[in-house]
Nanobody, 121 residues
C-alpha cells in the first residue's frame, strides 16, 4: 500500500508558476513509476507527465517545455514544476504510483486526493 498526498496547488495568473508536491508513505517510493494527471470539470482525467524509477521523464504535448516532473527518492516526494501557466491548465491535479512507465491512468495502482490549480486570464 502507498499513500499519496498532493500539495502546492492554488490560484495563479496566466504566465505564472506553481510547484506541486506529492508526498508518499508506505511501501518503498523508489520502486514505483510516478505520474501526474489532471481533470477539469466535465472532462476525462488526462495524462500530464510520468517519471521512471531511474528518472526518465515523459510529457503530454500540451505541457512539454513548460512543465518538469522530478522525484527525490530520499524524501519520498514527487514534484511537478509548472511554468508559463495557461487558463487551460486549470484542473484538479493528481499524482499516482504504478509498476509501469505509462501514460494510461488505469495502469496506476495508487492515487492521491488531488490539488486544485486555477489559472486566471
Amino acid at each position: 500500500q502507498v499513500q499519496l498526498v498532493e500539495s502546492g496547488g492554488g490560484l495563479v495568473q496566466a504566465g505564472g508558476s506553481l510547484r506541486l508536491s506529492c508526498a508518499a508513505s508506505g511501501r518503498t517510493f523508489s520502486r514505483y513509476a510516478m505520474g501526474w494527471f489532471r481533470q477539469a470539470p466535465g472532462k476525462e482525467r488526462e495524462f500530464v507527465a510520468v517519471i521512471s524509477l531511474s528518472g526518465v521523464a515523459g510529457y503530454a504535448d500540451s505541457v512539454k517545455g513548460r512543465f518538469t516532473i522530478s522525484r527525490d527518492n530520499a524524501k519520498n516526494t514527487l514534484y511537478l514544476q509548472m511554468n508559463s501557466l495557461k487558463p487551460e491548465d486549470t484542473a484538479l491535479y493528481y499524482c499516482a504510483a504504478g509498476s509501469r512507465y505509462t501514460a494510461y491512468p488505469r495502469e496506476y495502482d495508487y492515487w492521491g486526493q488531488g490539488t486544485q490549480v486555477t489559472v486566471s486570464s
